[in-house]
């Protein structure tokens, strides 16, 4: 089973709330939402190092 989306479902109006944001997974998850069009509120711990701070 291939774990990846094929297609990207279209979030456009969505509001993500994202948990441990700040790097790995969450980060990863952040970015995804986005390039769907959700807009994502992402929380941390502590705030990401500007270089990895997703776009």
Do not use: Q
């Amino acid at each position: 089973m291939n774990s990846t989306l094929s297609v990207s479902p279209d979030l456009a109006g969505r509001l993500a709330v994202v948990t441990g944001a700040g790097r790995g997974t969450g980060a990863a998850i952040t970015a995804r939402l986005r390039a769907a069009g959700a807009t994502v509120l992402p929380t941390a711990r502590t705030a990401p190092a500007p270089s990895t701070r997703p776009a």
